[in-house]
């Protein structure tokens, strides 16, 4: 890398509480973020994707979630050590964030406008008929239709795809250098899915912002991303370019996850799935977490945790050389 | 519209019933269920073995003993006629816990009665509704107070008045329950099976609804129990010679400087009935609504 | 959707089903609408009323009468209260006498009920209202502190006040404090009320402390209601939104949180007014305030049975308008029931 990425997660280990006492989500891991990048982080559900991005803004619950190690080094400032007050500059300022699911994540008893507005109020200082005038031009910047009437909905009078635009809107408000989108289009028919990674990938170019798209669908993440984080069970296990990581997939996990999606061309009858499923944050294995699924296991994965090593160019995998080098053989 | 049901803010999740063994092993971890149970338990317990705990009769007039302390032999003291308070106390925690329990359940059952079946037929839903809404206009004292006049004053009267207030809410909360439950897709797949419509209130409907109705008895058990010494104590309840904690407050009032102990006592049971049967609501709403969690 | 929300509305589909019209005309319908609904239940209401009389077991006007009276008497009573007409005939000069604002007259106090109710209006009306007037600031906050530091001793220490709130009865209570308050300390009279008109000051000692112990209940209440409420909307993910924005603390409870609070606090104010009301018939009794509730009970007391009844139903209407009016409000404060 030749400039100091715009965000470097290093380390991160994130720990939530239960009754017993606190148990391990997500553990070492690292994440760089350069100027204009995509990024594209991809795993099932409890890999602990979203627990990673949602640690960038601090943004879990104070009381259940405690981070024992790690930073977060945004420009430079590490956002895990950072006052409150810098925090909120950051949030929605610097940093935005647009979530899951658009119903739930918009007030139900405000208008699009105002809860637009809000943001440019917090952080440029707008008054509020300069906020109200510039919410409705991001409200076309985003081609919600006749957006000046619009404005003044309220968010259950809006499909979901039209209310993901709205907090696409309000997430580039402030020009953010970086966009975190948790599953934007998870909860989205596929045809409005391909309409806002389309939006995204317009909005991305034009406003020159890093991206970091958080999705467990694979073909989601071959669309938008250029280089691709693959986590499970808490930890990066690999990391590569977005052809390279579907054209030549290192990890066990990865080759198993690329074989499970069904292809067009293919004439296989049976759907390739990885055995068993994936252990939740309580579960203490100890080596490598995906040694009991992994069909290339050897005695000392279930032993030591594996380290990060290099698989290529810009291409790292949590795998020993030794496993990698069986995957290698078989194909 | 208002109602007393609020308590038990109708769940979407929690709706299924829970397994039950996990269920009871969870309540008992929380402090305030175990203190509520505890104190509950040992008023019940008071109440039915009263006879045992003390060998006096409540009603027997002792002149000679009037307004002794609670210093004296008699742990509570003794009132203007030389009752004991002690065994008035415990007699009138028999009809106190016994309106709150018929209460709860008589107004319980005939509220999921009539939700459910509101919620099954809709032509029968609208004047169910209204007629509960009728009802609700009143407040609950004010309506029991009614009711219990005109029925006269005795026990049988409170429990009827006070059904008769607090049967509407416990409709709302069947209704509501039952409302969402029908339209989950193991209804719909019964309904398609062929079952009758009695089948499917029965096997699936009900079951579904004893969650948030369960909560909301026990919260209407306290409001029976203050309702009915309320009443007793307005001398439109339970009558003296009959020991009810209201009516020993009533006539323990004019002495409260010179023989504070008759007050003080039934005025503790009381709270401590209330207090109990509260932290078994709420206990029970914590662990039987997924959704408030992390709520106490 | 809150579970308290007015969907004993039945005729919810018929609103849907009719082509989207602009905001203020589908509010006016939907208001419009629920004044519709609450006709059957003030005709209900009146029915229950009247049939009130009929609950006594035995000859009401015996009853009224008293049992040493004359045959004459009781039949004097009997024709008096036009007992001896058909029973729908009875049901229908009721009804017709109610519509003509006609509630019966008391037979102990010689006067109309409206007007007995009227004389009387102004203490309970001080006293349910300077109670709420207390009760929602304190509730409202109370709960809200609860909810957003759940789990501390903060959260701990409002809960256990609330409860103890709700579950000692007021009329003990409203002794012990006059003990305290009146007779030990001299600070505030121990019955009797003093209208405004003889100022202020002298009016707000004679109901302060059974306002602020009428209230006792009312905010334990809403302060558990308020901290349900807060902590049902502080999980929720616009929260996260709201503070993914940047914005602050403050602005994301006060703002976000409570307006969404806002609309269970409205339903619950409705409880309130009823439990206020309620509560002030014990509480007037205790503290010997000439008002509705004290009238009730000595009403009752001295079998002035038209005098219950036709307070009663006063009562009922009030309620059915109060209900009317919270429901409108909820309408208001909820965008998502406005349109569908």
């Given at each position: 890398m030749a400039a100091a990425p715009l965000l470097a997660i290093r380390d991160l280990t994130v720990q939530f509480r239960v009754d017993a006492g606190w148990v391990t989500a997500v553990e070492g891991v690292s994440i760089d973020i350069g100027e204009g990048d995509c990024v594209g982080v991809v795993g099932e559900s409890g890999s602990g994707k979203s627990v990673t991005a949602l640690s960038i803004l601090r943004l879990h619950d104070g009381a259940t979630t405690r981070i024992p190690s790690g930073s977060i080094a945004f420009k430079g400032q590490d956002l895990l050590k950072s006052s409150k007050r810098s925090l909120r500059g950051i949030r929605g300022g610097e940093i935005a964030m647009i979530f899951q699911d658009p119903m739930s994540s918009l007030n139900p008893v405000l208008t699009i406008s105002e809860q637009i507005s809000e943001t440019l109020r917090q952080h440029q200082k707008m008054s509020g008929t300069a906020a109200r005038h510039r919410a409705v031009e991001l409200l076309d910047v985003v081609r919600i239709p006749d957006a000046r009437r619009r404005a003044d909905d309220y968010p259950h009078r809006l499909s979901g795809g039209m209310r993901q635009r709205v907090m696409v809107a309000m997430a580039i408000a402030c020009r953010p250098r970086l966009l975190i989108a948790d599953e934007p289009t998870t909860a989205l028919d596929v045809t409005i899915q391909a309409q806002i990674l389309e939006l995204l990938r317009e909005l991305r170019k034009e406003l020159g912002m890093s991206v970091m798209l958080i999705s467990h669908d694979l073909g989601v993440i071959a669309e938008f991303a250029q280089s691709v984080v693959v986590m499970y069970a808490g930890r990066v296990v690999e990391q590569a370019p977005v052809a390279q990581l579907f054209r030549r997939p290192v990890h066990p996990y990865t080759i198993g996850l690329m074989a499970a999606v069904p292809k067009l061309d293919g004439d296989a009858m049976r759907l390739s799935a990885i055995p068993s499923r994936i252990p939740g944050p309580q579960e203490d294995i100890p080596g490598c977490r995906f040694a009991p699924r992994c069909g290339f296991v050897q005695n000392g994965c279930l032993q030591t945790s594996p380290p990060i090593e290099p698989a290529g160019e810009l291409h790292t995998v949590r795998c020993p050389p030794q496993v990698l080098a069986l995957g290698d053989v078989n194909g | 519209m208002t109602d007393i049901g609020f308590e038990a803010n109708v769940p979407t999740v929690g709706l299924a019933p829970p397994r039950r063994g996990r269920s009871i092993r969870r309540l008992f971890r929380y402090r305030s269920f175990v203190i509520g149970f505890v104190i509950i338990v040992v008023l019940a317990l008071a109440a039915m073995f009263a006879p045992l705990l003390t060998s006096l009769d409540p009603s027997a007039m002792k002149v000679r003993f009037r307004f002794r302390s609670p210093a004296s032999e008699f742990i509570f003291g003794t009132d203007m006629f030389g009752r004991d308070i002690f065994t008035r106390v415990l007699?009138?925690?028999?009809?106190?816990?016994?309106?709150?329990?018929?209460?709860?359940?008589?107004?319980?059952?005939?509220?999921?009665?009539?939700?459910?079946?509101?919620?099954?037929?809709?032509?029968?839903?609208?004047?169910?509704?209204?007629?509960?809404?009728?009802?609700?206009?009143?407040?609950?004292?004010?309506?029991?107070?009614?009711?219990?006049?005109?029925?006269?004053?005795?026990?049988?009267?409170?429990?009827?008045?006070?059904?008769?207030?607090?049967?509407?809410?416990?409709?709302?909360?069947?209704?509501?329950?039952?409302?969402?439950?029908?339209?989950?897709?193991?209804?719909?797949?019964?309904?398609?099976?062929?079952?009758?419509?009695?089948?499917?209130?029965?096997?699936?409907?009900?079951?579904?609804?004893?969650?948030?109705?369960?909560?909301?008895?026990?919260?209407?058990?306290?409001?029976?129990?203050?309702?009915?010494?309320?009443?007793?104590?307005?001398?439109?309840?339970?009558?003296?010679?009959?020991?009810?904690?209201?009516?020993?407050?009533?006539?323990?009032?004019?002495?409260?400087?010179?023989?504070?102990?008759?007050?003080?006592?039934?005025?503790?049971?009381?709270?401590?009935?209330?207090?109990?049967?509260?932290?078994?609501?709420?206990?029970?709403?914590?662990?039987?609504?997924?959704?408030?969690?992390?709520?106490? | 959707m809150p579970a308290c929300s007015s969907s004993g509305i039945s005729g919810w589909s018929e609103i849907r089903k009719s082509a989207p019209v602009s905001g203020e005309l589908a509010l006016l319908r939907i208001i419009a609408f629920k004044f519709l609904q609450a006709v059957p239940v003030i005709l209900i209401i009146s029915i229950l009323a009247f049939l009130l009389l009929s609950l006594l077991p035995g000859d009401p006007a015996i009853i009224i009468a008293g049992e040493q009276a004359s045959p004459e008497a009781v039949e004097h009573v009997r024709q008096q209260l036009g007992l001896d007409r058909p029973f729908l005939q009875q049901l229908a000069i009721w009804l017709l006498n109610l519509a003509q604002g006609n509630f019966g007259s008391s037979l102990i106090l010689n006067q109309s009920v409206l007007s007995a109710v009227g004389e009387r209006l102004p203490v309970t009306l001080s006293l349910a209202a300077l109670s709420i007037a207390v009760t929602i600031p304190v509730g409202v906050f109370l709960g809200s502190l609860a909810a957003y530091y759940r789990q501390s001793w903060i959260d701990a220490g409002v809960m256990t006040f609330a409860l103890l709130g709700v579950s000692i009865p007021a009329f003990w209570i409203a002794i012990l404090g006059i003990i305290l308050f009146s007779v030990r300390l001299g600070w505030v009279p121990s019955s009797g009320f003093t209208p405004i008109s003889q100022g202020i000051g002298p009016w707000l000692s004679s109901v302060i402390l059974p306002a602020l112990i009428l209230s006792l209940f009312q905010i334990g209440f809403l302060a558990r209601m308020t901290r349900s409420a807060m902590l049902d909307v502080m999980g929720q993910d616009f929260i996260r939104t709201a503070r993914a924005k940047g914005l602050s603390e403050w602005r994301t409870v006060g703002k976000h949180a409570l307006r969404n609070a806002l609309i269970l606090i409205i339903t619950a104010t409705g409880i309130l007014l009823s439990t206020a009301i309620g509560g002030s018939v014990v509480i007037e009794q205790v503290f010997a305030l000439p008002g509705i509730g004290r009238m009730v009970v000595q009403a009752i007391l001295a079998r002035d049975y038209p005098l219950v009844q036709g307070t009663m139903l006063i009562f009922g209407f009030a309620f059915v308008l109060i209900n009317l009016i919270v429901d409108v409000l909820y309408t208001l404060a909820d965008p998502r029931v406005r349109h569908d």
């Open positions: - | 007699y009138g925690a028999r009809v106190s816990l016994f309106v709150g329990l018929a209460v709860s359940v008589i107004s319980g059952f005939c509220g999921a009665v009539l939700g459910v079946v509101a919620a099954q037929f809709r032509k029968l839903d609208a004047p169910i509704m209204r007629l509960m809404d009728a009802l609700m206009s009143f407040p609950a004292i004010l309506l029991a107070l009614g009711i219990a006049a005109a029925l006269g004053p005795r026990v049988s009267s409170v429990i009827a008045a006070l059904t008769v207030a607090y049967v509407p809410a416990g409709v709302r909360i069947v209704r509501a329950a039952a409302l969402v439950v029908r339209e989950m897709d193991y209804v719909q797949a019964a309904r398609l099976s062929g079952a009758s419509a009695l089948r499917i209130i029965v096997r699936h409907i009900l079951p579904n609804c004893f969650s948030p109705l369960l909560v909301h008895l026990t919260f209407i058990f306290a409001y029976a129990i203050l309702a009915e010494a309320a009443l007793s104590f307005l001398g439109v309840g339970v009558q003296p010679p009959l020991a009810s904690w209201g009516n020993i407050i009533a006539e323990g009032r004019d002495y409260a400087t010179e023989a504070w102990w008759v007050m003080l006592f039934p005025g503790i049971a009381i709270s401590l009935a209330a207090l109990g049967m509260n932290l078994l609501g709420d206990a029970l709403r914590d662990v039987l609504d997924p959704r408030l969690k992390g709520g106490d | -």
